[in-house]
C-alpha cells in the first residue's frame, strides 16, 4: 500500500480539513481584499500543533515526516485557504532540526510547538543577486563573541509575524576553489533584536498581487550572538539547501491542493450550469480540458509522493522535490485557466473566488525556484548535459 493510501494520512486529511471548514472562502476573501494576515487560522492551526508537525515530540511538536506536512498544506489550499500564510514554519524546520545546535534546539523548538515563539521568516534572496544565493552580500563580521550583520533582503516574508528568523550572510570572502563555501546561516531571535536594537533590523512591506505578508529589510549593524549561528560557520550554504528541498516538496503539495480545488470547482459548475437547455459540461470543449488537467495534476501529484517518500527515507531527494515543484505548478495553472474559462465572465468576479485563487496559483512556477531553473538542474545535475550557470 502506497504512503498517501495509509490510514494515517487519511485520518490527517480529515481532521485538517475539519478545521478548514471553520474559514471558508468568504473568509479567505476578505483577507485577500484587505490585504491582511489571516490570524486566526494560523493561530488554530498552532493551537492544534500543526504547524509543529516536523518538530520532534522530544521537543513538543508531533514528530511527523514530510509526507504528513505536505498533506497539511494541501488541504488548506484545496478548502480554497492559502498555506502561505504559515507554510515557512514547516519548511524551515530542516535547517535547524539537521544542523541546528542542541541548545537552539531546547531554547526554541518547544517553544514554537506551543505557538509561543514563531519561525516563518526566512532572509536569503537580495534584489542583486536573484537566484544566484552565492552571490549574495549581506555581510556578518566578527564582533564582541558574536556577529555584526549588514546589509538588504528581499523577500522576506511574515517578518512582522515572527519572532524568530533564518539569515543567510556572508562571513568570508568567495573561494573560487569552494563555490559554495563562505556563507552563514543565522538562527536569529528578532524579539530581543526588535528590543534592544531597534534601529538595527527595518523591514518595508511590499504589495503584491495576492494577499502575501512579505517585506524587502535592511540590516544595520545588527549585532547577533555566536550562540545564533546554525552548524558551522561558513557551511550555511549546504544547511539551507536541505530547507530548500523540503520547501519544493511541500509547495508542490500547495500546488497540488489548488489544482484539485480549481478542478473540484470547474466540475461541479459544469455539472450546473445550464446554457442551451443543457449543462455545460455536457460540451466536450467544456468537459475535455477539465479532464486534461485533472490527468496532469494526477501525474503531478504522483511525483510529490514520490519525493516525499524518498525524504522521508532521508534518501537523495533534489531530483524529485524539484521536479515535483515544476509539474505540480504547471498542472495548477493549467487547472487554473480551465476554472476560468469554464466559468467564463463569472470567473472574473470577486464572489466567485477564482480570480483570487487564479492570482495566488500563479506563483508557484516563480517561486520559491523559476521552473527555468529547474530544468537546468534536471539537464545538469540529472540528464549530465553541460552546465548552463
Keep these: ?96 532540526l539537521n544542523h541546528g545546535t542542541e541548545w537552539q534546539k531546547q531554547q526554541y523548538l518547544p517553544s514554537v510547538a506551543n505557538g509561543s515563539l514563531r519561525l516563518q521568516a526566512f532572509s536569503i534572496t537580495e534584489e542583486e543577486a536573484g537566484s544566484n544565493t552565492l552571490a549574495i552580500k549581506t555581510r556578518a563580521e566578527r564582533k564582541d563573541d558574536g556577529w555584526v550583520i549588514n546589509g538588504h533582503k528581499n523577500w522576506t516574508s511574515r517578518v512582522d509575524e515572527s519572532d524568530l528568523i533564518l539569515v543567510l550572510a556572508r562571513t568570508s570572502d568567495p573561494d573560487p576553489n569552494h563555490r559554495t563555501a563562505g556563507l552563514t546561516l543565522f538562527l536569529v531571535d528578532l524579539s530581543a533584536v526588535r528590543k534592544e536594537q531597534p534601529d538595527a533590523f527595518r523591514p518595508v ?47 508542490a503539495a500547495e500546488a497540488i491542493g489548488d489544482g484539485y480545488w480549481f478542478i473540484d470547482q470547474a466540475t461541479n459548475y459544469a455539472n450546473e450550469r445550464v446554457v442551451f437547455d443543457r449543462p455545460i459540461g455536457k460540451n466536450q470543449g467544456v468537459a475535455f480540458p477539465i479532464a486534461d488537467a485533472y490527468m496532469k495534476l494526477r501525474a503531478a501529484d504522483a511525483v510529490r509522493w514520490e519525493a ?34 469554464t466559468f467564463g465572465g463569472f470567473g472574473f468576479v470577486t464572489d466567485y473566488n477564482i480570480e483570487r485563487k487564479f492570482r495566488e496559483t500563479r506563483m508557484y512556477q516563480v517561486a520559491p525556484i523559476n521552473n527555468n531553473l529547474v530544468r537546468a538542474f534536471v539537464g545538469t545535475k540529472v540528464l549530465g548535459m553541460p552546465r548552463t550557470y
Design 1 to 96: 500500500m502506497s504512503l498517501k493510501s495509509d490510514s494515517r494520512i487519511q485520518e490527517l486529511r480529515t481532521k485538517i480539513r475539519a478545521v478548514c471548514e471553520e474559514f471558508p472562502n468568504e473568509y479567505w476573501r476578505e483577507k485577500d481584499l484587505e490585504r491582511e494576515y489571516p490570524h486566526e487560522f494560523v493561530d488554530r492551526l498552532t493551537t492544534d500543533t500543526y504547524l509543529a508537525a516536523l518538530i520532534p515530540e522530544e521537543y513538543g511538536g508531533l514528530g511527523l515526516g514530510i509526507s504528513e506536512a505536505s498533506v497539511i498544506l494541501e488541504e488548506i489550499n484545496r478548502s480554497g485557504g492559502h498555506s502561505a500564510a504559515c507554510h515557512a514554519q514547516l519548511y524551515t524546520m530542516k535547517a535547524v
Design 205 to 251: 512591506k511590499v504589495r503584491t498581487m495576492f494577499n502575501y505578508a512579505t517585506n524587502q529589510v535592511y540590516y544595520n549593524n545588527m549585532w547577533v550572538p555566536d550562540s545564533a549561528v546554525v552548524g558551522e560557520v561558513d557551511q550555511g550554504f549546504r544547511y539551507v539547501i536541505d530547507g530548500w528541498n523540503s520547501e519544493r516538496i511541500l509547495l
Design 308 to 341: 516525499c517518500e524518498l525524504a522521508d527515507a532521508n534518501q537523495s531527494c533534489g531530483a524529485e522535490a524539484n521536479m515535483s515543484k515544476l509539474l505540480a505548478s504547471e498542472a495548477s495553472w493549467e487547472a487554473a485557466n480551465v476554472a476560468l474559462n
